[in-house]
């Protein structure tokens, strides 16, 4: 599945001797054109996760729909520390490079007009870490980023928010 979003998403670059690291171009975002980011879980830590290209716009949908955990409000409604410290954190001139959000992802059926539970499901992501850079990255205009997730939710993820197929 090859969108606009999903091309302009993510390049990764590697060099000998180091982890991959993902480039996010954002759009109109006058600090800094793009942000770097790394995998949380590495390709030797045996872990079973796989990252994943996601639309932006699709993922945080997704995660608004989520009643079990905590859903930030959209960035515009932060305090200015709060946009000042993750704006500073992902600035990619930092030696340091972030995670990427770390996320799972479940279906449920929707409800129909009545409220009655329906036939059609939609997917309901929770973020285990990165909520703030996932919200921030949409706003600053990433129209596509990556995310690490299990590898058996994979497939899910992209099913519902749609992503690219897992890099690696």
Known sequence: MSTPALRRAAAVVAVAGSEP?????????????????????????????????????????????????YVLPPVGDWHNGKIRGIREFLDPSNAQIPPMPYVTIAARRTRSWLGFIGLEREGVVGFRNGQHRARYLAHAGAQAFPVEVHEREAGLLTLYCGASAPAT
């Open 21 to 69: 690291v993902w480039i996010v171009p954002l759009g109109d975002h006058p600090p800094y054109d793009h942000v770097r980011l790394k995998r949380v879980f590495g390709d030797g830590d045996d872990t079973h996760h796989c990252v994943v290209i996601v639309d932006a716009r699709k993922l945080l949908e997704c995660a608004d729909r989520n009643d079990t955990d």
